[in-house]
């Protein structure tokens, strides 16, 4: 009778009180659930809702600068975003592993590219990051080890990107961990992201995907930059104290401004409490409401 010698490994490691290593195969390809956040991952955040952002004063003030009019200046139109657009842009992901040649080894695992998001390549062969002063890039630099069966990779090295995409901006000094959760055919992934310039706190979200058989590709079709209208030598912006949108929550869902600008109280729940008396609920909602478009059922 021939013997599994893995499962006889693994009944040793048992008796001995030891932890069975269980990596798991996270090679496929995987469908966005877009109805979590669906507004996020859709047409993009309202302008002026920076709720649950952990601002600093640096970070609120970036935000409030933005002019959604820079993403139509041709230099900006074919722009990749940084590796934080995994976490809340639109697409699915699909995933491989890169092996050794001779020991048939996963040296790294691979998140293909999309579109506008360059790929992602999470070494596991124990390699060190870069110096702090080594070039950046779109992609970053990302290393992986196995927790169980959880991927945890830690991302550097990334350039300035986007937090939310209505300005919420993250520096060039931000950092990323993400861990890779398979169950079954769903895949989560549980992502913090800390930033010594624009926040005070770590910013945390979660995104599921499902696996599908479908073939996805890794990447996209080439961008055409085109003109879309922006003055030549111009770049959208608002100056200090010029934003016309920062009220823009309140006036949509009587929001208090204090709340819709952000910073790390707005995370937590005790901050509903602060707020509660200064909150009325809108007779109707007048945005983003769910369910069909006017007039149809």
């Not at 990779?153 to 986007?162: I, K």
């Not at 624009?198 to 590709?217: D, H, W």
Request: hydrophobic fraction near 35%; aromatic fraction near 8%.
């Amino acid at each position: 009778m021939t013997r599994n010698p893995m499962s006889l490994t693994a009944v040793l490691f048992l008796s001995m009180g030891l932890p069975v290593l269980a990596q798991i195969d996270l090679s496929g390809s995987w469908q966005s659930k877009n109805h979590e956040d669906a507004l996020e991952r859709g047409a993009g955040p309202n302008p002026g809702d920076f709720t649950g952002i952990p601002f600093n004063e640096s970070g609120r003030a970036m935000a409030l600068t933005n002019s959604q009019s820079q993403l139509s200046m041709p230099e900006r139109i074919c722009a990749f975003y940084s590796q934080w657009h995994m976490m809340v842009g639109t697409f699915g992901v699909k995933i491989w592993n890169e092996t050794d040649p001779v020991t048939g080894k996963t040296i790294a695992w691979v998140v293909g590219a999309w579109e506008d998001r360059a790929q992602m390549t999470i070494w596991m062969d124990g390699r060190p990051h870069p110096s702090k002063n080594a070039p950046h890039s779109q992609a970053g630099f990302t290393t992986g080890v196995w927790d169980g069966d959880v991927l945890t990779a830690y991302t550097t090295h990334m350039l300035t990107g986007y937090l939310r995409r209505n300005g919420v901006m993250t520096s060039d000094q931000a950092t990323m961990t993400t861990h890779f959760i398979r169950h079954g055919d769903m895949l989560t992934l549980a992502s913090q992201l800390e930033d010594p310039i624009y926040l005070s706190e770590p910013y945390y979200i979660t995104r599921t995907f499902v696996n599908t058989t479908a073939l996805m590709n890794s990447g996209g079709p080439p961008c055409i930059p085109g003109d879309e209208g922006v003055p030549e030598g111009t770049v959208p912006h608002y100056l200090p104290g010029k934003n016309p949108l920062v009220d823009e929550m309140t006036k949509l869902y009587n929001i208090p401004r204090e709340a819709a600008m952000g910073g790390a109280e707005t995370m937590y729940p005790a901050f509903r409490e602060k707020i509660k008396d200064k909150f009325t609920m809108p007779a109707k909602c007048q945005r983003n409401c769910g369910g069909p478009p006017p007039g149809q059922n």
